[in-house]
């Protein structure tokens, strides 16, 4: 049974190229959250980053590949679950499965639509309202970019709306990596969705933070 | 005696999936049960139901069952959106009227899964469960003079976990409450069952294999860990035997 075409191998596949997405999740929070410190603060820390040079771009490749994996097996997966369930209940009730769930394909794809914009934006830098200046000691202001950028409030209620998404996906995902590579049982699936779930709120409340902050001109 | 209604007895409204054969098209049929009491188990309503419909010259409501005391796995029944009912361990045929109130209504609809063609109104084809059994549920031994009886030690947490997974009945409900129509609780099962026991490591990678891939075969979908399974399980198997199950096939790939 093949991992590339086999039932179980499949979501081995997902889990793990969600696992490794959902760490840069978490790395990139930590990041991100020098925001709340000001200015200075993000600015040197995307100084920093830029000295990782030559790491750069293999990682890029890297979690494009993971992507690549998860958006593909997630497609695929998800149409033959459809055609094995293809008449349903006239009355249906669910008495486990979470809306979080069931939905994983919608987030899921909201959350890739929400990627490459956020890539063009501010990786790329090249969406119509990208601000490219430089701060007072000549570095460049990533502040001034995410401020101008999320001042918009169409932008900003894209963010928070994929970042809503995110929380479902992950209030699901995470505890779903662990069952999927076999690393369950009974005494610690508690441990895991609970785990799955407050990562989930965690994302969810300090990615959200960022343009609810600009917008109501707490970070200016 | 059906339109009598004997004092101290229930009236309930069923709304029946009707189906003549697996390729003609169903619809809901709606029909009343009359002269129910609580001690009546959830297939013994059906059967006064069908003794009616007899009597009328119509044609009885065919339902899959047998031993009609939580064992054999065959009553299959979605009742109102729960397959089995919904009662915590409980078969169709343990399901008791007590459950219900005078005046109910209840749907009651078959198995729903691509791998379970329906082959009349409630009545699937779960064969297919049969082919993942064959594809590796068994251990190969020699015969000849019966073995000598504690020739292979097992541990006592060993031997409860292998009898937990041995529980499943292959009844099929967690399919029928499979958002995507999988069969990963009841295989799980049927793997760890052996895992766990010394006599199952010979054929472990073939059996973890080829399970899985008649599983696929089958028709049915992928796991997405919703865990609907282990909570319409009449037997709760748990669903750590799924953890298990992809944790065999890890293990059988690196072997
Ligand atoms: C930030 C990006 C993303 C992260 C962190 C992420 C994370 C995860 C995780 C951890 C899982 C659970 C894996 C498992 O069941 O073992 C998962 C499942 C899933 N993901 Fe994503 N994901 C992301 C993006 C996407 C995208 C862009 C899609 C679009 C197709 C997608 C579709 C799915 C689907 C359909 C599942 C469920 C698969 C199943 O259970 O069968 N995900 N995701
Ligand atoms: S008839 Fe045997 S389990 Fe219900």
Redesign the pocket.
Known sequence: MSLLTGNVGR?VL??VS??F??TF?VAHLLGNSTIFVGPDWINAYAEHLKELDLLVWPFRIFMFAM?SI??FF??T??LENWGANPDKYAVSRRPRSTFAGRT??WT??L??AF?VFHLLQFTFKITPEVVKVVDAQGRFDVYTMMVAGLRNKMVAAFYVLSMVA?FL??FH??Q??F??IGLNNDRTMPKFIMIGKISAVVFLVVFSAIPILILTWVLS | MSEHTAHGTMTLKLIVWRQKGPTEPGRFETYLARNITEHHSFLEMLDVVNEDLINDGKEPIVFDHDCREGICGTCSQVINGLAHGGQTRTTVCQLHMRTFKDGDTIYIEPWRAKAFPILKDLMVDRNALERIIQAGAYTSVNTGAAPDGNSILISKEDADYSMDAAECIGCGACVAACPNGAAMLFTGAKVSQFAALPQGQVEARERVFSMIEVMQKCGFG?C??HYDCQAVCPKDIDVKFIARLNREYLKALVM
């Open positions: 979501k997902m889990a969600g696992l997405m959902v999740v992507l998860h958006v997630g497609i997966l998800t994983m394909i899921g794809l959350l890739l990627l995110l996906h992950t995902g995470i779903s990596i069952q999927s | 992928n997405a860990n």
